[in-house]
């Protein structure tokens, strides 16, 4: 080791003597233009301040499926989730037994009654909530999944699980999966997802929906099927006074009001539509409708040369009608 010694112009004081440090201490300093630590402490230690902002994307996300019209089962099984998921991570922080987040879920009910919208929201509050990594949604339903000769639909199905791995696969019209019995390739995508759910279930949410009766019997194809899915969660048909405010709300979005006479006929043909419709119950034919006013009032307004601002924002009755929808 060497020692280097410096004599002062002043003789009077006595030589500065340096020696290099220890070579297990040098390398442990931090070099003077390195930031200490920010990015490294966050990866395995989250400061307080992320931990904040996660808590607010994570009440944002909440509030958020607050506002939906109506879904009053669904909301309360969300934030149910959302209770069981935190607690176990603080139980597993605690060094106590902790359930397996096994999060794999059915969606029941009939189309238009939110299923793929509360879908992208689990996906992002699980990604928010430390879950899954993207928290992404990859939709898909049996053509994305079933081919066409032995091997092509292990080889499609394994292709939508790749997209979806760190976030949801979502599999609408899942029962369509076992309609063919035992020779259709379906069987053949339901075996790939099932060897999937367990080789990725740290990193993956399977959700598969469909209607309520054709989901029991779907899962009852297979044995193992319904107990991978803990979770199941009903989606009812909207009342009449949701899809009311559900037209409403669609009609304030776009810049429009209904009159009080106009509110009136949307009751009406709403009324008219869950006496007759099979599937009337859902924010779908909502949307139709209300897309159908906006162009009837759109050619109402055309036949005049000017319009004011309350007319084009005003929906009158002449505008509502249910022919052709």
Same mark, same amino acid.
């Given at each position: 080791?060497?020692?280097?010694?410096?004599?002062?112009?002043?003789?009077?004081?006595?030589?500065?003597?340096?020696?290099?440090?220890?070579?297990?201490?040098?390398?442990?300093?931090?070099?003077?233009?390195?930031?200490?630590?920010?990015?490294?402490?966050?990866?395995?230690?989250?400061?307080?301040?992320?931990?904040?902002?996660?808590?607010?994307?994570?009440?944002?996300?909440?509030?958020?499926?607050?506002?939906?019209?109506?879904?009053?089962?669904?909301?309360?099984?969300?934030?149910?989730?959302?209770?069981?998921?935190?607690?176990?991570?603080?139980?597993?922080?605690?060094?106590?037994?902790?359930?397996?987040?096994?999060?794999?879920?059915?969606?029941?009910?009939?189309?238009?009654?939110?299923?793929?919208?509360?879908?992208?929201?689990?996906?992002?509050?699980?990604?928010?909530?430390?879950?899954?990594?993207?928290?992404?949604?990859?939709?898909?339903?049996?053509?994305?999944?079933?081919?066409?000769?032995?091997?092509?639909?292990?080889?499609?199905?394994?292709?939508?699980?790749?997209?979806?791995?760190?976030?949801?696969?979502?599999?609408?019209?899942?029962?369509?999966?076992?309609?063919?019995?035992?020779?259709?390739?379906?069987?053949?995508?339901?075996?790939?997802?099932?060897?999937?759910?367990?080789?990725?279930?740290?990193?993956?949410?399977?959700?598969?929906?469909?209607?309520?009766?054709?989901?029991?019997?779907? %899962?009852?194809?297979? $044995?193992?099927?319904?107990?991978?899915?803990? *979770?199941? &969660?009903?989606?009812? !048909?909207? @009342? +009449?006074?949701?899809?009311?405010?559900?037209?409403?709300?669609?009609?304030?979005?776009?810049?429009?009001?209904?009159?009080?006479?106009?509110?009136?006929?949307?009751?009406?043909?709403?009324?008219?539509?869950?006496?007759?419709?099979?599937?009337?119950?859902?924010?779908?034919?909502?949307?139709?409708?209300?897309?159908?006013?906006?162009?009837?009032?759109?050619?109402? %307004?055309?036949?005049? $040369?000017?319009?004011?601002?309350?007319?084009? *924002?005003? &929906?009158?009755?002449? !505008?509502? @009608? +249910?022919?052709?929808?």
């Amino acid at each position: 080791m060497t020692i280097r010694v410096t004599f002062r112009p002043d003789k009077l004081q006595p030589p500065v003597i340096q020696s290099p440090l220890p070579r297990e201490t040098a390398q442990n300093l931090t070099p003077v233009n390195e930031p200490v630590g920010i990015g490294k402490v966050r990866k395995n230690n989250p400061s307080s301040l992320e931990k904040e902002k996660d808590k607010d994307k994570v009440a944002e996300i909440l509030d958020e499926l607050e506002a939906f019209i109506g879904l009053v089962t669904v909301k309360r099984l969300i934030r149910e989730l959302q209770a069981y998921v935190e607690i176990q991570k603080r139980r597993t922080r605690e060094k106590l037994i902790a359930e397996p987040l096994v999060l794999h879920m059915i969606f029941r009910g009939n189309p238009g009654t939110g299923k793929t919208t509360v879908a992208r929201l689990v996906g992002r509050l699980f990604k928010e909530m430390g879950v899954l990594q993207k928290g992404h949604v990859i939709e898909c339903e049996r053509a994305d999944l079933v081919g066409e000769y032995i091997g092509h639909t292990a080889q499609k199905t394994r292709e939508q699980l790749k997209k979806a791995l760190g976030g949801v696969l979502f599999i609408d019209e899942a029962y369509s999966l076992a309609r063919g019995g035992e020779k259709d390739f379906g069987k053949e995508a339901i075996d790939a997802l099932v060897k999937a759910m367990e080789d990725n279930k740290d990193n993956l949410v399977l959700i598969l929906a469909g209607y309520r009766q054709e989901m029991e019997f779907f %899962l009852q194809s297979n $044995p193992g099927l319904r107990s991978r899915f803990p *979770i199941h &969660i009903d989606f009812p !048909d909207y @009342t +009449l006074d949701e899809l009311l405010a559900i037209g409403k709300s669609m009609l304030k979005s776009r810049q429009y009001e209904l009159s009080p006479e106009g509110s009136d006929t949307l009751r009406f043909h709403l009324l008219s539509l869950i006496n007759t419709h099979p599937y009337a119950g859902n924010a779908r034919l909502v949307r139709n409708l209300v897309e159908k006013t906006v162009r009837k009032q759109a050619v109402r %307004l055309f036949q005049k $040369p000017s319009s004011s601002r309350e007319e084009l *924002i005003q &929906i009158l009755p002449v !505008d509502i @009608t +249910l022919e052709d929808l």
